[in-house]
C-alpha cells in the first residue's frame, strides 16, 4: 500500500457532503435573509429615514440580530445547515466575530475577547483592504488613459 | 522484528472502572452505561477547559470509591488528554497525594495509560495503579476548530468529539478477575492523510499494522475474541479497516467494532462519522465493555486505542497526519 493509493482509496471512500442539498438550503436560507433585510430596509424607509441612513440602520440591525442569536446558541445551528446561506451575508460576518468573543471571554477582555475577536474576521479584513487598495490603484491607471471605469460599471 | 506482545504473567486485575459523560454520550445507546452524566456540559464550571479538569476528578473519585481504595493507596496515575500541554489531567490530579505521569497519545491515550498501568504492575514497583483519559468536545474545538457558536458546516467524515472521563483502577488480585494480560504499543503510521475532517481515514493504517502484528506473534485468529474494538475510527475508519483488512489478510467480522461508532446513534445523532477524542475509547471501555466483561457477555477482547498525532499548528503547516494504535487485551481469568 503507497501513499499514493491511499490517499486516493481514502478519498474516494469519503462519504461526499450532500451537495445539492447544501446550495438549496444555502439559497434558502440567504434569500431570507436578504427578504428580511429587505423588509427592515423598507420599514426604515416608511420611517421618513433618508436611503442612506437606512442602508446603515438595516446592516447594524442584521448585525444585531446576528450577534444576538449566536449568544443564544442558535445560529450555529442554523448555519449547519444553511451554510453559505447565513455565512454570506452580513449575518456571517458578525457571527466571526461574536462567536470568538464568547468562546475567548474565560482569558479576559484584553488578551481573550480584545485579540482573539479577529481570529476568523481578521484575515477578511486585512485581504478586503488590500484587495480594495489595489483595486484603486487599478481604476487609477485606468483613469490615466482616460477610462472611467466606475462610470462603466454604474 | 521489534519484541513481541508484552505478556503480563501476574495478569493484574481490574479493581473498578468508572465512566462519567456528557448530554450527547446521555442520549446516546450506551447513556446508561455511564456511572455519571451531566446534561449541563459545564459541570457548574465557568470555563470548558475547568469543565474538562471537573469532570476527571468526578471520574477518579468515583473510581476510587468504587474500588474501596484511599488516594495514598494508588502508588501510581497515568491519565491523559487532548488540551494544550495536557492540563485538564495534571489540574485533576494537582489535588491529590498520587504520584502522577501525563500521557499523551492523542484519541489512543487510554489503551496506553492502562497499558502502561499494567506493566507498572507486573514490574512490581506498583501495588496499585490508575489509567484515566479524558476530553471534552468544547475544548477540544476551541483548540483544533473553530469557537464553539462559530456557524460552520461539518463534513459527513468529521467526528464529535466526546465528553467524557473513563478511568479504571488495576491491582494485583486473585481468584477470578477482568484481567489486563496483553500490551502492544504501537508504531507510528503516516499515509500522508492531510484532511484534518477525516481522522478515520489517517488513524485506520495504524490499527491495521498493530492488529496484523499482533496476530503474526499470538497463536490466536480474530474470531477467537468476542469482541476487537478499535477506539474512534469512527464509521469512516471501520469501514477502511474492515477493507484494508480484507486485502491484508486480516478478516475482521461480526466481532468487530469501534467505540467512536458504538457511543452515538449515528442515524439520529448529529455526530457525523461518530466519536472521537480520548474520551471516546476511555468512557466506551470504562462504562458499556466491562459491564459486559463482568457479567460474562464479554471474556476475552482486544481494544486498540487510536490516535491522530497532529496539532493545530502542524495542520495549518499542511503536514500530514500520523497515526498510532495501542492494543491491550483484557480478558476473564481464573
Known amino acids: 500500500m503507497t501513499n499514493q493509493s491511499y490517499e486516493k482509496y481514502s478519498k474516494k471512500k469519503a462519504k461526499k457532503s450532500p451537495l445539492l442539498k447544501n446550495i438549496c438550503f444555502a439559497f434558502l436560507v440567504g434569500g431570507l435573509i436578504c427578504t428580511l433585510g429587505q423588509a427592515i430596509l423598507n420599514c426604515y424607509l416608511a420611517l421618513g429615514i433618508d436611503k442612506e441612513r437606512a442602508a446603515s440602520l438595516l446592516s447594524i440591525t442584521l448585525i444585531f440580530l446576528a450577534c444576538l442569536f449566536t449568544g443564544f446558541g442558535l445560529f450555529d445551528r442554523l448555519a449547519k445547515h444553511a451554510g453559505a446561506g447565513t455565512l454570506v451575508p452580513i449575518t456571517g460576518f458578525a457571527n466571526a466575530m461574536c462567536s470568538p468573543s464568547i468562546d475567548n471571554k474565560a482569558e479576559g477582555y484584553v488578551l481573550g475577547v480584545g485579540a482573539k475577536m479577529f481570529v476568523i474576521a481578521g484575515p477578511v479584513i486585512v485581504y478586503g483592504t488590500l484587495t480594495s487598495i489595489l483595486l484603486g490603484i487599478v481604476i487609477y491607471v485606468l483613469s490615466l488613459f482616460g477610462i472611467d471605469i466606475i462610470h462603466l460599471i454604474v | ?334
Open chain 2, 1 to 334: 522484528m521489534n519484541r513481541k506482545v508484552f505478556e503480563f504473567q501476574s495478569k493484574p486485575g481490574i479493581l473498578s472502572s468508572c465512566a462519567v459523560g456528557g448530554r450527547l454520550e446521555k442520549e446516546g445507546p450506551l447513556g446508561s452505561y455511564f456511572d455519571i452524566t451531566e446534561t449541563d456540559t459545564t459541570f457548574g464550571m465557568e470555563s470548558w477547559e475547568k469543565a474538562e479538569t471537573k469532570m476527571v476528578e468526578i471520574c477518579s473519585t468515583l473510581a476510587l470509591e468504587k474500588a474501596k481504595a484511599a488516594a495514598d493507596e494508588i502508588d501510581l496515575v497515568f491519565a491523559g488528554d487532548l488540551m494544550n500541554q495536557c492540563t485538564a489531567s495534571s489540574f485533576a490530579f494537582r489535588q491529590t497525594q498520587i504520584p502522577y505521569i501525563g500521557l499523551y497519545g492523542a484519541c489512543s491515550t487510554f489503551a496506553l495509560s492502562l497499558g502502561l498501568a499494567a506493566m507498572s504492575l507486573e514490574t512490581g514497583f506498583a501495588k496499585r495503579t490508575m489509567a484515566v483519559a479524558s476530553s471534552h468536545f468544547c475544548s477540544a474545538e476551541r483548540q483544533y476548530r473553530f469557537p464553539i457558536e462559530y456557524g460552520n458546516q461539518r463534513t459527513p467524515t468529521s467526528q464529535n468529539t466526546v465528553t467524557g472521563v473513563g478511568a479504571v483502577i488495576l491491582g494485583e488480585q486473585q481468584g477470578e478477575r477482568i484481567a489486563v494480560t496483553e500490551f502492544l504499543p504501537g508504531r507510528i503510521h503516516d499515509y500522508k492523510i492531510k484532511d484534518v475532517n477525516n481522522m478515520g481515514a489517517a488513524m485506520a493504517p495504524a490499527a491495521l499494522y498493530t492488529l496484523k502484528r499482533y496476530f503474526s506473534f499470538s497463536d490466536k485468529k480474530p474470531e477467537d475474541f468476542d469482541l476487537i474494538v478499535t477506539g474512534d475510527l469512527g464509521m469512516e475508519g471501520k469501514n477502511i479497516l474492515i477493507e484494508l483488512g480484507a486485502s491484508h489478510g486480516l478478516i475482521l467480522g461480526e466481532n468487530y467494532n469501534d467505540c467512536g461508532v458504538m457511543i452515538y446513534d449515528l442515524e439520529n445523532q448529529d455526530v457525523h462519522a461518530g466519536g472521537s477524542g480520548c474520551g471516546c475509547s476511555a468512557s466506551v471501555f470504562s462504562g458499556y465493555l466491562m459491564d459486559q466483561l463482568r457479567c460474562g457477555n464479554l471474556n476475552d477482547i482486544l481494544l486498540v486505542g487510536t490516535g491522530a498525532l497532529l496539532s493545530p499548528t502542524t495542520a495549518l503547516q499542511k503536514e500530514s497526519i500520523p497515526g498510532i494504535a495501542h492494543l491491550v487485551r483484557i480478558q476473564r481469568v481464573k
